[in-house]
């Protein structure tokens, strides 16, 4: 199937309403672009579970504070529209700033402050605002339909759960596995900075979840000591810099005063230019 590239919010629209008046149900994939094998995996599930897959390509301005890499975020259209059409998407979205921003500064922005102030959000402050601006925005644009998610981004995935949630937002979320190169490190856009030392350094992260995740079926239940294990994995490496190593409630991402039900081990860590993240969940007995 040859993929559609539209660039206007009108045009993008109009086509999925005709294709739900059609009686198609719509999967949604929105990207950065850049795209590899993390985000071909979410196309494909897209495309086992709906009608017709759409995705969009935008690196939303929104969500990069002054001091990060905006300028410089890996950007390769022809490449991105030739994976997407090889894993199933039809129709693919491709708005400039302007199209998408089109009275310069954006007024109106959504957050979601008890899930977005911490971690990631602590690190990056403004970073989880824009974020749920743009798909709230993206949603509004697409319509109803189901809209895929990887679990890397595990706090991204939260976020995007409760505002749709809370919004009465007509779309399903669905989270998708984390895609690992053989090495185990997480698949990401920004691995793309790491240099050869750099790259082999980064699984650490892959390393301290798996202490973690060790420890807990081993029986420990002592959050901190569990805590403190992994993030020695990562001190022990002198190319990576930890930001932080938490174990948190999967839903709520409130700290838990003991280790019950679903649990997310989170980590991330400065290795070189790129900040890293990794996740793994855990189901405490």
């Known amino acids: 199937m040859t993929v559609t590239r539209v660039e206007t919010i009108k045009d993008f629209r109009q086509l999925l309403n005709g294709l ?43 969500q990069f504070a002054a001091d990060e890499d905006l300028e410089d975020y890996p950007r390769d259209l022809q490449r991105d529209s030739e994976l997407a059409e090889a894993n199933g998407v039809s129709v693919l979205f491709t708005p400039t700033v302007d199209e998408m921003y089109p009275f310069g500064p954006v007024l109106t922005s959504v ?59 007509p779309v399903e979320v669905k989270g998708c596995p984390i895609i690992r190169e053989p090495d185990g490190l997480a698949m990401s856009s920004r691995n793309t900075y790491l240099n050869p030392e750099q790259r082999q350094a ?38 990576a810099q930890a930001d932080y190593v938490a174990i948190v409630d999967a839903s709520s991402f409130d700290v838990p005063a003991t280790l019950v039900n679903d649990v997310r081990l989170l980590v991330a860590a400065q290795v070189g230019r790129p900040r890293l993240l990794d996740n793994c969940g855990v189901s405490v007995k």
């Open 20 to 62: 739900r008046t059609e009686g198609k149900q719509v999967g949604f994939v929105p990207t950065m672009g850049y795209l590899h094998d993390g985000h071909a995996s979410l196309m494909r599930a897209a495309s086992d579970d709906n009608d017709v897959v759409a995705a969009s390509i935008f690196v939303n301005p929104l």
């Open 202 to 239: 980064a699984v650490v992260l892959r390393r301290s979840l798996d202490v973690g995740v060790e420890a807990i079926g081993a029986g420990a239940r002592d959050r901190a000591a569990i805590e403190a294990e992994m993030l020695a994995v990562i001190d022990a490496e002198p190319l």
């Open 111 to 169: 957050a979601v402050p008890q899930l977005s102030d911490k971690y990631e959000g602590a690190t990056r402050p403004t970073h989880f605002s824009g974020m749920a601006t743009v798909v709230s925005k993206l949603f509004n644009i697409v319509g109803p339909c189901r809209a895929y998610f990887g679990e890397k981004d595990y706090q991204q995935l939260a976020i995007i759960r409760r505002m749709v949630a809370d919004l009465s937002i």
